[in-house]
C-alpha cells in the first residue's frame, strides 16, 4: 500500500502492515469512525507534509 508515502521512517509508506493493524484494532468500530482513525494516523504519520495525490477508501463491514 503506497498511502502517504514520505513519513518519518525516511520516506517510506505507509503500508500494509500497518493498515492491517490499525483496521484490526478498530474492527468494532463503524466505517465512518474507521474512516476518520484511519485519515488522522496517516496525518501523523507525514507530519503535516503535503498532500501530492488523492486518498481513495472503500470500507465494508460485513455483519454475520
Not at 525516511?10 to 474507521?34: D, Q, T, V, Y
Request: glycine share 12%; net charge negative.
Amino acid at each position: 500500500l503506497g498511502s502517504r508515502c514520505g513519513g518519518e521512517e525516511g520516506g517510506s509508506c505507509f503500508g500494509e502492515s500497518r493498515l492491517s493493524a490499525l483496521l484490526a484494532e478498530h474492527a468494532a468500530l463503524p466505517p465512518e469512525a474507521i474512516r476518520d482513525r484511519l485519515m488522522a494516523e496517516v496525518a501523523g504519520f507525514v507530519h503535516g507534509q503535503p498532500q501530492h495525490d488523492d486518498i481513495t477508501m472503500v470500507i465494508l463491514k460485513i455483519d454475520e
